[in-house]
């Protein structure tokens, strides 16, 4: 198995809207990962949870795997802790997938006895401003 992410992508509005699923769900068809679960969150402008799996959602159906092999890992804790995250008035689409295009790393090093012993996420908005500061300074 490739590494597992959680990811809460939060947008302004109480909807999300399908242009959002189009390019997860062709990483899903490329191979690039497998979708293992997903939600929606709403947080209201009175400040109000809602919750729902995709499947339930019509518009955004797309990224559920057509061949059914979702997991639901995800609850109500998932949704209350996304939910914090949220300002008044807007939602979030919790996806948890599996990256496969990284799969064939994970086992070699799984074989070699190594493991992940940290990872972390640089917002692409740092990686630009270092690359601006690094253009400057020559």
């Given at each position: ?119 972390v996420r640089i917002p692409p908005e740092f990686v ?11």
């Open positions: 198995m490739g590494p597992v992410e959680f990811l809460v992508l939060a947008f302004p509005g109480e909807t999300i809207g399908a242009d959002v699923i189009a390019p997860l769900t062709a990483l899903r068809d490329s191979g690039g990962v497998r979708v293992i679960d997903t939600m929606v969150v709403t947080k209201a402008a009175d400040g109000s949870v809602a919750s729902a799996e995709l499947v339930d959602l019509e518009h955004l159906r797309g990224l559920v795997d057509p061949a059914g092999n979702e997991v639901n890992l995800m609850g109500e804790e998932d949704a209350a802790e996304a939910a914090e995250l949220l300002q008044p008035g807007s939602s979030a689409l919790l996806v948890l997938v599996e990256h496969l295009w990284a799969t064939a790393a994970a086992e070699a090093f799984r074989r070699a006895g190594g493991h992940v012993a940290a990872s630009s401003e270092a690359h601006r500061a690094l253009a400057t300074a020559q």
